[in-house]
């Protein structure tokens, strides 16, 4: 029901756009997230949008490079991330829980992410 996409390699400072399909089920009363899991890491939270609204959060990690947005009418949601680090190499996964609630239920299958230096 999420469908990830838009990973690949790219230099350092360079650019991605990663996006998220959703289907099978109406999320307008969800949280949706991006998570990433780098090599013998933690996956750890990346940035969230509500489909209402379009209230947005992110990590201290990729505040001002890293912007989410929802795509009402393709019913997707996107990463675009800007000025890539090679800290950012890591599998990204797109996530959705109910708004109000701390379990993220759904889950996409992952899109690697190689930033090299």
């Known amino acids: 029901q999420l469908q990830a996409s838009g990973g690949g390699l790219v230099q350092a400072g360079g650019s991605l756009r990663l996006s998220c399909a959703a289907s099978?089920?109406?999320?307008?009363?969800?949280?949706m997230a991006w998570f990433r899991q780098a090599p013998g890491k933690e996956r750890e939270f990346v940035a969230d949008?509500?489909?209402?609204?379009?209230?947005?959060g992110y990590a201290d990690y990729v505040k001002g490079r890293f912007t989410i947005s929802r795509d009402n009418a393709k019913n997707t949601v996107n990463l675009q991330m800007n000025n890539l680090k090679p800290e950012d190499t890591a599998v990204y996964y797109c996530?959705?829980?109910?708004?109000?609630?701390?379990?993220?239920?759904?889950w996409g299958q992952g899109t690697q992410v190689t930033v090299s230096s």
């Open positions: 949008i509500y489909w209402i609204g379009g209230t947005a």
């Open positions: 996530a959705a829980k109910k708004a109000g609630t701390g379990l993220y239920e759904y």
């Open positions: 099978g089920r109406t999320f307008s009363s969800y949280v």
